[in-house]
């Protein structure tokens, strides 16, 4: 038997990270779904498990529900949803959409009920409310007989680091309720939980397409194979995400080191479907610093969205464009915000300093005949 | 520059040429009364200098003398830099200019028109001329601040070319021409962002931040609408889970209190069938007992009726045993009754006896008190007899004693004091006149008919008044006579006096007041006499008249006459009192004690009689009413047993009754036992379940309606979509922020590159300046003193206030007098003059200042002035030459008036 684990498709998230290009960030959800559903095909999987938080919030606009909706019912098979803590089964939720009646192919999990299919028997745990300190699977017996016992549910692994218990699902979930596979959603990087054994029967896939910058692992689902039951799932992570979202962050201290990210930046595959985060820190050396304003220029050009956050200050011992500037007060001037920059604990103030820097080297470059 | 000589013609008051110089290098000064033309020639100076010879306008019109077709002309001879110039120029009509420099021994061409204008300007250092017009203090160059034209002496802003100069001149390179102009990029930069004030531009010259700034508030507003949509769908949500949560609460309790009301209603069922039997076995309980006790009751009455006969048959008979005996005893009483009223008839013979005894006592007493009274009141008329004919002597003796009163007596005495008085004026007025004859002789006296015979020797006096006048026979006629008036009102006084003394005591035996005195002293005796023999009688009579005391007498001799008539031997023997009373008292002992006796046996009598009779009659009451008693007890015995039934039978009969009672006792106990086990009443429970099922009937009916409510309402939010629309706001506004916060960065940084770059062109700017405010505190402190302390100039070095020694203020300059404020304006030209001498020595042009300043400053800056003439060269011009002769080495020149 062979199906596709996914979860936290987050469908309607905010995209507030990605600036003007929220929208886009948006409807490439949309299309990672549309990716899905075609590696689901290309894979032949049996049906397809989607283990909650299909939607950000149960608030979504109705066509983006509609418009998941289609997406999901063009596979051919089963597809199971899991209301998650972000689209709980409430009154007025996304799921109440008649869209979920339509397609015969599409089943909300509405009870925590065990759904017997052809090859396994399904327990789906599907939550009512947003919080909760209560383990969702333990209602969970497997039913006697010959059949695959899987487990859908949404939650937080005991040990992942969380302010507090939400949704909380044991580590050994899947043996503590004899399951064969526990497939689990809430976290959005791929994260698998071996059992004693080393067998893997409980794991998150992932969001389908990375919602943030840090996100460890995301971008993917889970394919999922097991032979019968008590078998050892077979799990295998494809690719579904189409935007990336790299940050890079470096310390300048060289010459030559702002040219090097330049470059680097500049061979990055597919900036147009990049959402770039650059932070710099340390020392900007005089012959570096129109790098920087090619590297805005080449975020701002190249990008689907480039994010510079500078605090990078012009080298302290570095006076040959200080010893370039007329002689009186705005030489003295730029030694004296040089200086200040060194020496300020606070890193807006020092952001200040160092900007005026950049301008006051802008205006003497101007200046210049 | 030196200026050396100056040649001026058609200028103003100025019609000849006016020559003057050469000058000295150090100081001159031009003198001339008012209007001569001092400035005129100073102005010539500077039109020469620094405007060009071109130059047009009313301002120079103004030059050309009034009324004359002459054009202004002047020639100045100067060095600079060691080269000497000469500079010569005509305005208005045919305008020309010819600068040339003395060379070898000479002075030959260097330029003319306006090459000559603008060579000059090159060589003085003075800016651009302004084209047409005059020239400004502004555009003359260091001659901004060395000369001062008259009524400026004040220093208000140096031109900033002047200004370089100066810091030039002080070695303070602040910046040169490229920092100047990255200066001037940074205030351009900063300009697009800022207004003068520093703060950011507004309206259309705004930075796009404030756009941006502007647009946030409303998506703010947005973001704030949407996100109470988000809050309200979430609330309808809450809202139908609750109306539902209500709903299947209120179908779960129907269900439940429709199990309770079943069972409520076969419990209701069953406790009215018990309650029913109950009902029925209560009545056959009471029944039975009612029967049980009506039989017992009978059988009680009767026992207790032949009872009640039996008792009444025996008292009955001990009854009329008892009253033959008290019959006995009454008789026996009533012959004691008899012989105490016998006994009590003795005792009132006794007391008959007492009360004439009595009698008799009361009579002697009487008797022996009357025979007293009457004696005491023989003796009270016999001395009321004795006053009365005593105060009737008394009185007759004072009727026949004539005598005044005091007061009348106390008048004849005043009378006779007043004759008295008259008579002694009356001859000591009068003329008295006395005839002693040596021989008998015939006296007459006029008047008096009988003449008067004196003998010899003898004699005569005559008195009168006025006059008396004698006619002495043989003699003649004598009259003596004395004042008029006097005599007549004495005599009239004395005549009066007589007169009224003489009727005052016509009625008294005598005039005289001492027998007058005696009477009245014994008449006052008598008086006293009657008064004392009066009072005397007045206590006997007690109020009363003697005749009531006779009265009183007789009544009293008649009362005793009468005890008399009745015990007569008491004329002679009187009674005695003392011996009666005794024997009364004796005989009413005797009485009571026989009386009392007699009253204590007859009460006892008659109580023991009264008693007997009472139980005899109580007995008789008692016999009636005990056979009335039998007799009733007879007939309901009669009536009780008339049915014939023994009594064997009837207690049968009861016996069979309680059987009966206490088996229908024992089946009500028990059907109340299970009557008990149904808790409450199941009425009442029932009909209460009923009310309670339909009211949650009701509850759940509305639950279902909220939970349509609310589900339509959720509808309306769910269509919405507020979560996309708030997330499309949020995502608008994190990109305008991050907008504004790049926008700002660049904004704060540009104000920080602006301030910190004006911040440390200040304090440049401060440290150049200092020089130049030591040099002028300096100077002011040798003319004024200390206290005006320190001098402070603007970056301009215009100075703009004082620090005076006493305080850390800053005071400005208007705060001074006329006469400070003209010696600091003049401290700081010198002070500047200085510093722009350090290269080469500078002229100083004061044209009519210190007017203000009194003898003793101007002491002071005349020797200023020597010290200030070994760097400069000044030229002083002035109405007032003798102000400066003290200068050592001045060199003086007179412009004569035409």
Redesign the interface.
């Known amino acids: 038997m062979k199906f596709l684990h996914t979860s936290d498709w987050q469908m309607?998230?905010?995209?507030?990270?990605?600036?003007?290009h929220?929208?886009r960030v948006?409807q490439e959800r949309l299309a990672a779904a549309q990716r899905v559903i075609g590696l689901a095909q290309r894979e032949n999987v049996s049906f397809i498990l989607l283990a909650g938080d299909t939607f950000?919030?149960?608030?979504?606009?109705?066509?983006?529900v509609r418009q998941t909706a289609e997406i999901l019912q063009s596979f051919p098979g089963p597809v199971f949803l899991l209301p998650g803590n972000h689209d709980p089964l409430?009154?007025?939720?996304v799921w109440?959409h008649p869209v979920w009646t339509e397609f015969a192919n599409l089943t909300v999990c509405r009870e925590a009920q065990a759904l017997e299919l052809d090859a396994c028997i399904l327990h789906p745990c599907p939550l009512t409310s947003k919080y909760s300190s209560q383990d969702p699977t333990k209602w969970i017996r497997r039913s006697p007989g010959e059949k695959i016992a899987l487990g859908l549910a949404h939650g937080t692994v005991e040990g992942v680091p969380a302010a507090e218990p939400d949704y909380p699902i044991p580590r050994d979930a899947a043996a503590q309720r004899d399951l064969d596979y526990l497939a689990i959603g809430h976290w959005h990087s791929y994260s698998a939980y071996p059992d004693a054994a080393g067998a893997i029967r409980m794991a998150y896939p992932g969001t389908h397409e990375t919602t943030k910058f840090g996100e460890r692992d995301s971008g993917n689902v889970l394919l999922v194979e097991i032979d019968g039951p008590r078998a050892v799932p077979r799990l295998h992570s494809a690719r579904t995400g189409g935007l990336h979202w790299p940050t890079i962050e470096r310390t300048l201290a060289h010459p030559g080191d702002l040219p090097a990210l330049l470059a680097e930046v500049r061979n990055l595959p597919d900036p147009g479907q990049t959402l770039l985060r650059i932070r710099l820190d340390g020392v900007l050396h005089a012959d570096d610093r129109s790098a920087l304003t090619q590297l805005q220029e080449v975020l701002d050009a190249r990008f689907l969205h480039g994010?510079l956050d500078s605090a990078a200050i012009p080298q302290p011992g570095d006076d040959s464009w200080i010893a370039g500037?007329?002689?009186?007060?705005?030489?003295?001037?730029a030694i004296?915000?040089r200086d200040r920059a060194a020496h300020t604990p606070d890193p807006a103030s020092k952001?200040?300093?160092?900007?005026?820097?950049?301008?006051?080297f802008e205006?003497?470059e101007?200046?210049?005949p | 520059m030196i200026l050396h000589r100056v040649q001026v013609a058609h200028w103003r008051s100025i019609l000849d040429a006016v020559e003057l110089g050469p000058f000295s290098e150090q100081i001159n000064v031009i003198h001339a009364p008012n209007g001569t033309g001092k400035s005129s020639i100073f102005e010539a100076v500077r039109r020469a200098l620094f405007d060009s010879h071109q130059v047009g306008g009313l301002e120079i019109e103004a030059v050309r003398p009034w009324g004359r077709a002459l054009a202004p002309r002047v020639e100045v001879e100067f060095s600079r830099g060691q080269v000497r110039y000469r500079i010569s120029k005509s305005f208005l009509d045919h305008p020309s200019a010819q600068l040339l420099r003395f060379e070898d021994g000479r002075f030959l061409p260097l330029a003319e028109g306006r090459s000559a204008d603008a060579r000059l300007r090159e060589i003085l250092g003075a800016a651009a001329a302004p084209g047409r017009g005059l020239s400004k203090p502004e555009h003359w160059g260091w001659a901004q601040a060395l000369w001062a034209p008259q009524g400026s002496l004040r220093l208000e802003s140096l031109s900033p070319s002047l200004t370089e100069n100066l810091r030039a001149a002080l070695g303070a390179q602040i910046e040169d021409e490229s920092g100047s102009r990255l200066e001037q990029l940074i205030r351009e930069r900063y300009a697009a962002y800022f207004a003068a004030g520093g703060k950011p531009k507004r309206g259309r010259h705004a930075p796009p931040v404030a756009a941006w700034q502007a647009e946030l508030p409303n998506l703010e507003i947005e973001r704030q609408r949407w996100l109470m949509a988000q809050e309200a769908y979430e609330q309808a949500s809450r809202n139908v889970e609750d109306a539902r949560n209500r709903r299947a609460q209120a179908v779960r309790e129907s269900d439940e209190l429709r199990h309770a009301a079943g069972s409520a209603q076969r419990q209701f069922a069953l406790w009215t069938q018990i309650q029913t039997e109950l009902e029925s076995l209560r009545l056959t309980e009471k029944n039975s007992a009612e029967l049980h006790r009506h039989l017992n009751d009978s059988l009680q009455r009767i026992a207790d009726a032949r009872t009640e006969v039996a008792a009444l048959e025996q008292s009955i008979a001990a009854s009329e045993q008892e009253r033959a005996v008290l019959s006995a005893e009454q008789k026996g009483l009533q012959l004691t009754l008899e012989h105490a009223q016998q006994a009590k008839q003795v005792t009132e013979t006794q007391r008959a006896a007492e009360r004439l005894l009595s009698a008799q006592l009361h009579q002697a007493r009487d008797f022996i008190s009357e025979t007293t009274a009457a004696e005491a009141l023989r003796r009270r008329t016999r001395s009321i007899r004795e006053r009365e004919e005593a105060i009737l002597s008394l009185q007759r003796n004072r009727s026949s004693l004539v005598a005044p009163s005091k007061k009348q007596l106390a008048e004849i005495r005043r009378l006779h004091s007043e004759i008295a008085l008259a008579r002694t004026a009356l001859e000591v007025s009068s003329i008295r006149l006395r005839v002693r004859p040596d021989k008998d002789a015939v006296v007459r006296r006029q008047g008096e008919a009988d003449p008067r015979f004196l003998s010899p020797g003898d004699a005569t006096e005559f008195t009168g008044s006025p006059s008396v006048e004698i006619e002495i026979e043989g003699f003649g006629t004598v009259r003596a006579s004395g004042p008029e008036g006097e005599f007549p009102r004495h005599e009239a006084a004395l005549s009066s006096a007589t007169e009224r003394l003489a009727r005052l005591t016509q009625s008294f035996p005598s005039p005289d007041p001492e027998p007058l005195q005696q009477a009245l002293d014994e008449a006052t005796e008598i008086e006293r006499n009657i008064h004392e023999a009066q009072e005397r009688l007045g206590e006997l009579l007690e109020g009363k008249e003697a005749s009531h005391w006779d009265a009183e007498l007789a009544a009293l001799t008649a009362s005793i006459q009468q005890r008399l008539a009745r015990f007569p031997e008491w004329a002679s023997n009187p009674p005695s009192v003392q011996t009666l009373q005794t024997a009364y008292d004796e005989l009413r002992r005797q009485t009571d004690q026989a009386v009392q006796s007699a009253d204590v046996a007859l009460e006892q009598a008659r109580n023991a009689c009264a008693a007997v009779e009472q139980r005899a009659g109580t007995m008789e009451a008692t016999l009636v009413e005990t056979r009335r008693s039998l007799e009733s007890a007879r007939r309901r015995l009669a009536q009780w047993t008339q049915d014939g039934k023994s009594d064997l039978l009837r207690q049968n009969e009861s016996n069979e009754a309680l059987l009966a009672w206490n088996v229908a006792r024992t089946l009500t106990q028990k059907a109340q036992q299970q009557l008990d086990a149904i808790p409450g009443d199941p009425a009442n429970a029932l009909e209460k379940l009923q009310r309670q099922l339909t009211a949650l009937d009701d509850s759940a009916a509305r639950a279902r309606d909220e939970e349509n409510t609310a589900i339509g309402r959720l509808h309306t939010h769910t269509t919405e979509g507020p979560y996309s629309k708030l997330a499309a706001c949020e995502e608008r506004i994190a990109a305008l922020k991050e907008r504004i916060a790049r926008e700002t960065l660049q904004m704060d940084a540009v104000r920080l590159l602006h301030d910190t770059v004006a911040e440390i062109k200040a304090a440049a700017i401060a440290a150049v300046a200092a020089p130049v405010e030591k040099a002028a505190g300096r100077m002011i402190a040798r003319i004024a003193g200390p206290k005006l302390g320190s001098i402070a100039l603007t970056e301009n070095f215009a100075p703009c206030g004082i620090h005076p020694a006493a305080s850390s203020q800053r005071v400005g300059l208007d705060n001074f007098s006329g006469g400070e404020q003209e010696q600091l304006f003049l401290v700081c030209r010198l002070a500047l003059a200085e510093v722009l001498a350090r290269q080469e020595r500078q002229l100083v042009v004061l044209d009519d200042v210190l007017n203000a300043t009194d003898t003793g400053r101007l002491a002071r800056v005349l020797a200023l002035l020597e010290d200030a003439a070994e760097h400069l060269q000044i030229v002083i011009l002035t109405c007032h030459p003798e102000r400066y002769r003290a200068l050592n080495g001045a060199e003086f020149f007179e412009l004569k008036p035409k």
């Open positions: 309607g998230m905010k995209a507030t990270a990605a600036g003007s929220a929208g948006r950000e919030d149960n608030a979504v606009d109705r066509v983006l409430v009154p007025g939720s109440e994010s500037l007329p002689l009186g007060p705005c030489r003295n001037a004296a915000l952001a200040v300093h160092a900007q005026a820097l950049m301008i006051l205006l003497h101007k200046a210049e």
